[in-house]
Nanobody
């Protein structure tokens, strides 16, 4: 099994920045694409961003493009999501996910990921 643990969530004001971390256990993190999803109250879990296992490719949902940056540090088994100019509509539980081992595509759907973290709450007030 692969375990993922998110951290860095909190309560911030609109326009603020916040960085999330995803620490992975095991040795396969470096060979799996990583994604971030979020789920707001009363809404379906939605795609946020993803990054290839090599870190050479990234993809973002339109709602966060230009504001969020996904990155990873494989020697540290850690993925990141840097969020800038946060909006109230960014309020959600944010989940880190690991995709298929050696997967070559950046998936935007939940079924494209094999493992999930427990989530970290991000609340943006106005």
């Amino acid at each position: 099994q692969v375990q993922l643990v998110e951290s860095g969530g909190g309560l911030v004001q609109a326009g603020d920045s916040l960085g999330l971390s995803c620490v992975a256990s095991g040795r396969t993190f470096a060979t799996r694409p990583m994604g971030w999803f979020r789920q707001a109250p009363g809404k379906e879990r939605e795609y946020v961003a993803s990054i290839s296992w090599s870190g050479g490719s990234t993809d973002y949902a339109d709602s966060v493009k230009g504001r969020f940056t996904i990155s990873r540090d494989n020697p540290k088994n850690t993925g990141y999501l840097q969020m800038l100019t946060l909006k109230p509509e960014d309020t959600a539980i944010y989940y880190c996910a690991a995709g298929r081992n050696y997967g070559g595509y950046l998936e935007r759907v939940q079924s494209g990921y094999d493992y999930w973290g427990q989530g970290t709450q991000v609340t943006v007030s106005s």
